[in-house]
């Protein structure tokens, strides 16, 4: 993490219990981090701009999440998409990994799953 | 003619009769039902620690397997018995509707009483029915010892009968629509609700209550005619703080004025203000309850308020004091001028400035009556109103209390005519400071710190904590822990729970973060890093560390700046959905019903579904041993009497595999060598474990002394689940054995074979002949020892139940070992154990045992 580039991390999900946690941690460990619980809003932003990560619900009301992580995969192949579901199904598991997921993650999670995901994403973003 | 009839009747009978094969395959899978909906709780218990992520969906999901698994455990009690327990399905009915309710976000009292007295809120975590501030006050009393003036509260409970008994929530859902469609405007709307609550009566059951708790205070001190303050203290959905001043207090009420005072409180629940809050924030109507606290009025000399930290600097580590003399209510409204004091944060907490104002006027008690602000003498109108050891007392009061709630605190204090401190209310402190660090800053100050380790172990409680290391080298050495350390222990043992009020944090080489410490750490809210492995070498008796346990790493030193930035963070664990699980859990997790004894321990005694779980246990249990004792000679499986030198008069049955061919003979008898079971084997090596009997708990001659705890009573005058015939069903890998010796009760279930992920032993202790508190000694002894070897433990009073699963074979084995060598080591045990340093002690003697054997 002693890299001098600063990695955006977009979160979206309904419940903004997640939100709620993962930010303030995700700060801590010097990523920027916006953060959204209505889809449509998150859909907005990016298309204002891109981020470097985005986590995604799949469930949610108004635009699904599966929609709006095609839409993000659209306009930023580049961007690492982390899927996240309270119900994970091999199905909606593998029509993520179709649309280019880089990791898939059921709920509830601890902390450290997907800070190790967003760290092994950071990894492949600073490769390239 | 009657003997035909009768036959018909006799054939009825064992036509009924479930065999003795199916009751035991039904007995197997209560078992495994029981471990599986344990575990389940266990699981969700851990998603308090802060560690997890998880949403409302999981909420409900875990509610719905749970109820699930606690439906099909009375299904299955009710086929062993048919009819016996049919009440349990009302039971668990209401309380499945009481969770329903509680994720429809509906606030439930989890008591019905109408008034409490704070020793019981504290002590029963009854916060939901007392409110915030009650709770606040009833903690720092019972858990700190630190003087509050007599209270009681007024529960929610009463709240909801106030407005039910008087139909009040239709009428105010009426006018609270009238409102929302513009048909009223919100003065209209408040106005219309507040004099409908004030002119209603309150119940009679009600007025007793709350008069019986009136008179007890007055009599308490008869020479003096009490006052009380009548002040609100809300269950809300939002965080206690956030609804500071949006309430109304009653200050100074005469004890037949207390009524009044509570009618005006709870009226205040539709404030114009609270009304508009509450529409704001998306605040449901049916999410307010009331409840209220009622504290007799301090005659105090000096009043003031305390705050354990500067509020826009807290880099400067300093508490902030201002008081005056008299009465507080022109302090804390800012009414009269008041001296300032600074106080280092830091024992000995120096004084680091001093502001002395002239104090003119004070509110003092005049003679019983009303109070009236009154000159204050001349010479005293410039000297500070507190003392250098006052403002000790207060800073180090101030820091304890801040300890236990991890959060800065704003205090409310007032000095007594006897010159003691005495805390009125205790809240969190809101920090507005710019120089707080935010996260994004934090990354690079944290670098700068030296990590002592990072990513290990793992987080049973989430948090921040700083402090001087204590590493408890021995259990003796637990008394000697001091106020704040961090607590480095090698086991998570059930033990450390006594010292939680005292530690910052605790970090351990092994344990489980579903086990007993745990979820008292998280009751507590004390971070808990486990499993760290090499914490007891690492780390050094007086070194200060800081433990940030929500990214699981232990700095070298104090990290000021990370604790700073957690004082001002919200706390995950006031988020909503931590309060739903946390509702949820608390009626499915305690455990209320312990002694079979008891009166209460009825189907309709249940009042959780962990009640509901160890009330079928129990049940099954004593059905399989009733089984057997009435029908010995009608067993559908091979059976026969244990003929050993330890007269352990127990009955073995073979379910297959469990005995060498042939070895039941004529006689019903089988030796030991004849018993091809492993894990039965493992047991009874354990039991004939040398060293095991020569203890030094036995000095009587081991023969008579087996038989008297096999056999202490006459036959003739004990039931015979009392007399108990101790069993043990067998095959080739499964063992459950249930053992009566003495008047203490032990079942032993395990399954050992080479798929490790099938192995599990699970393992129940209770009861005992002396009193309750020896009696729990004997099982924290147990529960200590089980820890130490892997089990997953869990205390109530004198109940120890141990689980353990997915270990190899032999690790299985050796287990089930200690668990023999455990039943020979602990019969009398409860008899010596004395006192608590004991359970040391034995811990030790246990441990030389089976130290010893490994040499030989």
Same mark, same amino acid.
Request: aromatic content about 8%; glycine content about 6%; some cysteine.
């Given at each position: 993490?002693?890299?001098?580039?600063?990695?955006?991390?977009? =979160?979206?999900?309904?419940?903004?219990?997640?939100?709620?946690?993962?930010?303030?941690?995700?700060?801590?460990?010097?990523?920027?981090?916006?953060?959204?619980?209505?889809?449509?809003?998150?859909?907005?932003?990016?298309?204002?701009?891109?981020?470097?990560?985005?986590?995604?619900?799949?469930?949610?009301?108004?635009?699904?999440?599966?929609?709006?992580?095609?839409?993000?995969?659209?306009?930023?192949?580049?961007?690492?998409?982390?899927?996240?579901?309270?119900?994970? %199904?091999?199905?909606?598991?593998?029509?993520?990994?179709?649309?280019?997921?880089?990791?898939?993650?059921?709920?509830?999670?601890?902390?450290?799953?997907?800070?190790?995901? =967003?760290?092994?994403?950071?990894?492949?973003?600073?490769?390239? | 003619?009657?003997?035909?009839?009768?036959?018909?009747?006799?054939?009825?009978? /064992?036509?009924?009769?479930?065999?003795?094969?199916?009751?035991?395959?039904? +007995?197997?899978?209560?078992?495994?039902?029981?471990?599986?909906?344990?575990?389940?709780? @266990?699981? @969700?218990?851990?998603?308090?620690?802060?560690?997890?992520?998880?949403?409302?969906?999981?909420?409900?999901?875990?509610?719905?397997?749970?109820?699930?698994?606690?439906?099909?455990?009375?299904?299955?009690?009710?086929?062993?018995?048919?009819?016996?327990?049919?009440?349990?399905?009302?039971?668990?009915?209401?309380?499945?509707?009481?969770?329903?309710?509680?994720?429809?976000?509906?606030?439930?009292?989890?008591?019905?009483?109408?008034?409490?007295?704070?020793?019981?809120?504290?002590?029963?975590?009854?916060?939901?029915?007392?409110?915030?501030?009650?709770?606040?006050?009833?903690?720092?009393?019972?858990?700190?010892?630190?003087?509050?003036?007599?209270?009681?509260?007024?529960?929610?409970?009463?709240?909801?009968?106030?407005?039910?008994?008087?139909?009040?929530?239709?009428? =105010?859902?009426?006018?609270?629509?009238?409102?929302?469609?513009?048909?009223?405007?919100?003065?209209?709307?408040?106005?219309?609700?507040?004099?409908?609550?004030?002119? @209603?009566?309150?119940?009679?059951?009600?007025?007793?209550?709350?008069?019986?708790?009136?008179?007890?205070?007055?009599?308490?001190?008869?020479?003096?005619?009490?006052?009380? $303050?009548?002040?609100?203290?809300?269950?809300?959905?939002?965080?206690?703080?956030?609804? $500071?001043?949006?309430?109304?207090?009653?200050?100074?009420?005469?004890?037949?004025?207390?009524?009044?005072?509570?009618?005006?409180?709870?009226?205040?629940?539709?404030?114009?203000?609270?009304?508009?809050?509450?529409?704001?924030?998306?605040?449901?109507?049916?999410?307010?309850?009331?409840?209220?606290?009622?504290?007799?009025?301090?005659?105090?000399?000096?009043?003031?308020?305390?705050?354990?930290?500067?509020?826009?600097?807290?880099?400067?580590?300093?508490?902030?004091?201002?008081?005056?003399?008299?009465?507080?209510?022109?302090?804390?409204?800012?009414?009269?001028?008041?001296?300032?004091?600074?106080?280092?944060?830091?024992?000995?907490?120096?004084?680091?400035?001093?502001?002395?104002?002239?104090?003119?006027?004070?509110?003092?008690?005049?003679?019983?009556?009303?109070?009236?602000?009154?000159?204050?003498?001349?010479?005293?109108?410039?000297?500070?109103?507190?003392?250098?050891?006052?403002?000790?007392?207060?800073?180090?009061?101030?820091?304890?209390?801040?300890?236990?709630?991890?959060?800065?605190?704003?205090?409310? +204090?007032?000095?007594?005519?006897?010159?003691?401190?005495?805390?009125?209310?205790?809240? /969190?402190? $809101?920090?507005?400071?710019?120089?707080?660090?935010?996260?994004?800053?934090?990354?690079?100050?944290?670098?700068?710190?030296?990590?002592?380790?990072?990513?290990?172990?793992?987080?049973?409680?989430?948090?921040?904590?700083?402090?001087?290391?204590?590493?408890?080298?021995?259990?003796?050495?637990?008394?000697?822990?001091?106020?704040?350390?961090?607590?480095?222990?090698?086991? @998570?043992?059930?033990?450390?729970?006594?010292?939680?009020?005292?530690?910052?944090?605790?970090?351990?080489?092994?344990?489980?973060?579903?086990?007993?410490?745990?979820?008292?750490?998280?009751?507590?809210?004390?971070?808990?890093?486990?499993?760290?492995?090499?914490?007891?070498?690492?780390?050094?008796?007086?070194?200060?560390?800081?433990?940030?346990?929500?990214?699981?790493?232990?700095?070298?030193?104090?990290?000021?700046?990370?604790?700073?930035?957690?004082?001002?963070?919200?706390?995950?664990?006031?988020?909503?959905?931590?309060?739903?699980?946390?509702?949820?859990?608390?009626?499915?997790?305690?455990?209320?019903?312990?002694?079979?004894?008891?009166?209460?321990? %009825?189907?309709?005694?249940?009042?959780?579904?962990?009640?509901?779980?160890?009330?079928?246990?129990?049940?099954?249990?004593?059905?399989?041993?009733?089984?057997?004792?009435?029908?010995?000679?009608?067993?559908?499986?091979?059976?026969?009497?244990?003929?050993?030198?330890?007269?352990?008069?127990?009955?073995?049955?073979?379910?297959?595999?469990?005995?060498?061919?042939?070895?039941?003979?004529?006689?019903?008898?089988?030796?030991?060598?004849?018993?091809?079971?492993?894990?039965?084997?493992?047991?009874?090596?354990?039991?004939?474990?040398?060293?095991?009997?020569?203890?030094?708990?036995?000095?009587?001659?081991?023969?008579?002394?087996?038989?008297?705890?096999?056999?202490?009573?006459?036959?003739?005058?004990?039931?015979?689940?009392?007399?108990?015939?101790?069993?043990?069903?067998?095959?080739?890998?499964?063992?459950?054995?249930?053992?009566?010796?003495?008047?203490?009760?032990?079942?032993?279930?395990?399954?050992?074979?080479?798929?490790?992920?099938?192995?599990?032993?699970?393992?129940?202790?209770?009861?005992?002949?002396?009193?309750?508190?020896?009696?729990?000694?004997?099982?924290?002894?147990?529960?200590?020892?089980?820890?130490?070897?892997?089990?997953?433990?869990?205390?109530?009073?004198?109940?120890?139940?141990?689980?353990?699963?997915?270990?190899?074979?032999?690790?299985?084995?050796?287990?089930?070992?200690?668990?023999?060598?455990?039943?020979?080591?602990?019969?009398?045990?409860?008899?010596?154990?004395?006192?608590?340093?004991?359970?040391?002690?034995?811990?030790?003697?246990?441990?030389?045992?089976?130290?010893?054997?490994?040499?030989?």
């Amino acid at each position: 993490m002693n890299e001098k580039r600063t990695l955006s991390i977009l =979160i979206l999900d309904d419940e903004p219990i997640v939100s709620k946690r993962l930010k303030p941690s995700l700060e801590k460990r010097g990523y920027v981090v916006e953060t959204f619980t209505e889809s449509l809003e998150a859909l907005k932003r990016i298309k204002e701009r891109n981020f470097d990560i985005v986590i995604t619900d799949l469930k949610m009301e108004g635009v699904d999440g599966m929609e709006f992580l095609t839409e993000v995969k659209k306009r930023s192949p580049e961007t690492e998409v982390i899927v996240i579901t309270g119900f994970a %199904t091999m199905e909606t598991a593998k029509e993520s990994f179709k649309k280019g997921v880089f990791d898939f993650l059921s709920k509830p999670f601890k902390l450290g799953e997907i800070t190790e995901i =967003i760290e092994k994403a950071e990894e492949k973003i600073l490769s390239r | 003619m009657l003997r035909r009839w009768f036959n018909k009747i006799l054939k009825r009978e /064992q036509e009924r009769r479930v065999s003795f094969q199916e009751i035991f395959t039904l +007995f197997q899978e209560i078992l495994s039902l029981n471990n599986r909906t344990l575990d389940l709780i @266990a699981e @969700a218990n851990d998603k308090l620690s802060g560690d997890y992520i998880f949403d409302r969906r999981y909420i409900e999901t875990f509610q719905e397997e749970t109820a699930s698994l606690v439906h099909q455990l009375i299904y299955k009690l009710n086929l062993i018995s048919p009819g016996k327990y049919q009440e349990l399905n009302e039971s668990f009915h209401r309380i499945e509707s009481d969770i329903r309710q509680i994720l429809a976000g509906r606030l439930l009292c989890p008591t019905d009483r109408y008034v409490l007295d704070y020793k019981e809120i504290a002590e029963k975590h009854l916060g939901e029915a007392a409110g915030g501030k009650n709770t606040h006050l009833a903690e720092i009393m019972e858990f700190l010892g630190i003087t509050i003036p007599p209270s009681f509260a007024i529960t929610t409970a009463a709240y909801f009968h106030f407005l039910q008994e008087n139909g009040l929530p239709e009428k =105010i859902e009426k006018i609270i629509d009238r409102w929302h469609q513009g048909e009223t405007g919100i003065g209209e709307a408040s106005k219309e609700i507040r004099s409908l609550i004030l002119a @209603a009566r309150l119940p009679a059951d009600i007025r007793k209550e709350i008069d019986m708790y009136l008179d007890a205070i007055r009599q308490a001190h008869p020479e003096k005619k009490p006052y009380f $303050a009548v002040r609100s203290s809300a269950v809300g959905e939002d965080s206690e703080f956030s609804y $500071a001043g949006q309430y109304a207090s009653r200050l100074n009420v005469s004890r037949y004025r207390v009524i009044e005072a509570y009618r005006e409180v709870v009226a205040s629940v539709y404030s114009e203000r609270a009304m508009e809050y509450r529409q704001s924030k998306g605040v449901l109507e049916s999410e307010i309850a009331m409840a209220v606290a009622c504290q007799q009025v301090v005659n105090a000399r000096v009043s003031g308020v305390l705050y354990t930290y500067h509020p826009v600097h807290p880099e400067k580590e300093t508490m902030e004091i201002s008081s005056a003399w008299g009465l507080g209510a022109p302090i804390v409204s800012g009414r009269v001028l008041t001296d300032h004091f600074t106080v280092a944060r830091r024992a000995p907490h120096e004084i680091l400035e001093l502001k002395v104002v002239r104090k003119q006027t004070a509110l003092m008690p005049a003679g019983g009556k009303e109070k009236k602000e009154v000159p204050v003498p001349e010479k005293q109108q410039t000297i500070p109103s507190l003392t250098d050891g006052q403002l000790r007392g207060l800073a180090e009061i101030g820091l304890r209390i801040e300890k236990f709630y991890k959060k800065p605190q704003d205090i409310e +204090f007032a000095i007594d005519e006897d010159g003691e401190i005495v805390i009125l209310q205790a809240r /969190q402190l $809101a920090m507005r400071g710019k120089t707080l660090p935010v996260a994004r800053e934090l990354a690079e100050i944290l670098e700068k710190y030296p990590v002592i380790s990072r990513g290990r172990g793992t987080v049973a409680q989430m948090g921040i904590a700083s402090g001087t290391v204590f590493v408890l080298e021995n259990d003796e050495d637990l008394d000697k822990v001091p106020q704040g350390a961090i607590l480095v222990a090698r086991y @998570a043992s059930p033990r450390l729970a006594r010292v939680i009020r005292k530690v910052s944090g605790i970090i351990t080489d092994v344990g489980a973060v579903t086990g007993h410490l745990a979820t008292v750490a998280r009751e507590f809210r004390v971070p808990t890093i486990m499993n760290l492995e090499h914490a007891t070498e690492i780390f050094e008796t007086g070194e200060e560390v800081t433990i940030d346990a929500q990214e699981n790493i232990v700095y070298e030193g104090l990290v000021r700046e990370l604790y700073h930035f957690s004082l001002a963070e919200e706390d995950i664990e006031e988020t909503y959905e931590y309060r739903l699980l946390r509702r949820v859990l608390k009626k499915i997790e305690p455990l209320y019903l312990l002694d079979p004894k008891d009166p209460d321990f %009825t189907p309709q005694g249940c009042r959780t579904l962990h009640d509901i779980i160890r009330f079928v246990h129990e049940k099954v249990v004593e059905e399989i041993i009733d089984y057997n004792y009435h029908h010995p000679h009608n067993m559908d499986a091979v059976s026969g009497k244990l003929d050993w030198k330890f007269p352990l008069d127990m009955v073995i049955i073979d379910m297959g595999g469990g005995l060498a061919p042939g070895a039941v003979g004529k006689g019903k008898k089988i030796v030991p060598e004849q018993i091809t079971s492993q894990p039965m084997r493992a047991l009874l090596d354990g039991i004939a474990h040398p060293g095991a009997w020569n203890n030094e708990p036995m000095s009587v001659d081991f023969g008579s002394f087996m038989s008297s705890l096999t056999r202490t009573m006459s036959a003739e005058t004990m039931s015979p689940r009392e007399l108990g015939q101790n069993l043990a069903v067998i095959s080739d890998c499964y063992i459950n054995v249930s053992l009566r010796l003495g008047y203490h009760f032990t079942v032993i279930d395990a399954y050992v074979v080479d798929n490790v992920k099938d192995n599990y032993a699970y393992f129940r202790f209770s009861g005992g002949v002396t009193d309750i508190s020896r009696r729990s000694r004997r099982a924290a002894f147990i529960g200590e020892a089980l820890a130490r070897h892997d089990f997953h433990v869990e205390l109530h009073e004198d109940l120890v139940e141990g689980r353990i699963k997915k270990m190899d074979r032999q690790g299985m084995l050796d287990r089930l070992n200690l668990l023999g060598i455990l039943i020979g080591f602990t019969r009398q045990l409860d008899v010596k154990m004395v006192t608590d340093e004991q359970i040391a002690y034995y811990i030790e003697k246990l441990q030389e045992l089976l130290e010893n054997d490994n040499h030989e």
